[in-house]
């Protein structure tokens, strides 16, 4: 299919998106955000990919929702249009997403890499909700997961201020898992999502789906979620060469069943 803001690429069991407004800051129009989501369809329904990356430019990941594209938006059109239940489904994919952030990753564009599973950011990075400048505040969860990801005093700090934080106060403050010279960004991406692609598949994505459960329910809860499905493990074949592998000192061939 022939995309005009996104591009993609694949390489064995990885997947690249790259974002690719870049007059506009990779600015996330509605037509980028369905062409993301019909590109993760096509890759969730794809049994050959077992990881997927999305990144942007070295100057931006994402400024942010299409400010150009919402101004004149009214209560009502939103409502009835609901633009965020897209937004929201890149959220929910269950094959695991790693974000790639050079550059601004800003309202939209940094609630868009904390909907993936985490952040590989650039020395480059910069991140923010600076929608209050706007008049208006994160609407597509930046409230509820940059709260959860830093905590509640930097996040209202971020929200209430509009300010950015650069890539080393982000790694410190728990948004992002590793920092890495801007130049190395994207081999460090695509060498992370191969590590992932390389296990089972199955069991990544239970594994992304346990994590996932934590920020959704109790602690005894969850560890009960989990018990339940590292027992269920003993059931697939992957388990059964994983430790057949590790006992034979020898490589495990994953089936990803
Ligand atoms: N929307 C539309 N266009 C944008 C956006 C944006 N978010 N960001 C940048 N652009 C455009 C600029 O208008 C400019 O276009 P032109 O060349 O035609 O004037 C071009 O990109 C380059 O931008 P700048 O000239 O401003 O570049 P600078 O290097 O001077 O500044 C900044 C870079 C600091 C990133 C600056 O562009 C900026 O502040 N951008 C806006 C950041 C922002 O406020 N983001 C939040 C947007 S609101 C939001 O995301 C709500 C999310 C809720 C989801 C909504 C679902 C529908």
Redesign the pocket.
């Known amino acids: 299919m022939a995309y005009e803001n996104i591009r993609v690429e694949t390489r064995g069991r990885v997947a690249l998106v790259t974002l690719h407004r870049p007059?506009?800051?990779n600015?996330?129009c509605?037509a980028l955000?369905a062409e993301l989501n019909a590109a993760l369809d096509g890759f969730d329904r794809d049994e050959g990919i077992g990881c997927i990356v999305i990144t942007g430019s070295d100057?931006?990941f994402a400024?942010?929702?299409?400010?150009?594209?919402?101004r004149e938006r009214t209560h009502p059109e939103?409502y009835m249009a609901d633009?965020?239940g897209e937004?929201d489904r890149v959220g929910r994919r269950r094959k695991p997403i790693i974000a790639a952030v050079a550059g601004?990753a800003?309202?939209?564009?940094c609630?868009l890499a904390m909907m993936c599973d985490f952040i590989l950011a650039a020395d480059t990075a910069k991140f923010g909700?600076?929608?209050i400048?706007?008049g208006?505040i994160?609407?597509?969860g930046?409230t509820q997961r940059l709260t959860r990801a830093v905590g509640k005093a930097k996040a209202m700090e971020l929200c209430l201020t509009?300010r950015m934080m650069d890539a080393a106060e982000a790694e410190r403050a728990g948004l992002v898992a590793r920092v890495v010279p801007a130049a190395d960004l994207l081999d460090e991406a695509w060498k992370t999502a191969e590590t992932i692609a390389a296990m089972s598949l199955p069991v990544v994505m239970v594994a992304k789906e346990c994590v996932d459960r934590a920020f959704e329910t109790t602690l005894d809860e969850g560890v009960r979620f989990e018990r339940r499905v590292f027992y269920g493990l003993f059931a697939t074949a992957d388990q059964k060469e994983g430790m057949a592998a590790f006992l034979e000192k020898r490589k495990p061939r994953f089936e990803h069943r």
Do not use: R, S, T
């Open positions: 007059a506009q800051l600015a996330l509605n955000i100057k931006a400024a942010g929702a299409d400010i150009a594209e919402m939103f633009p965020f937004w601004y800003l309202g939209g564009g609630e909700q600076p929608e400048k706007l208006v994160p609407g597509a930046g509009g």
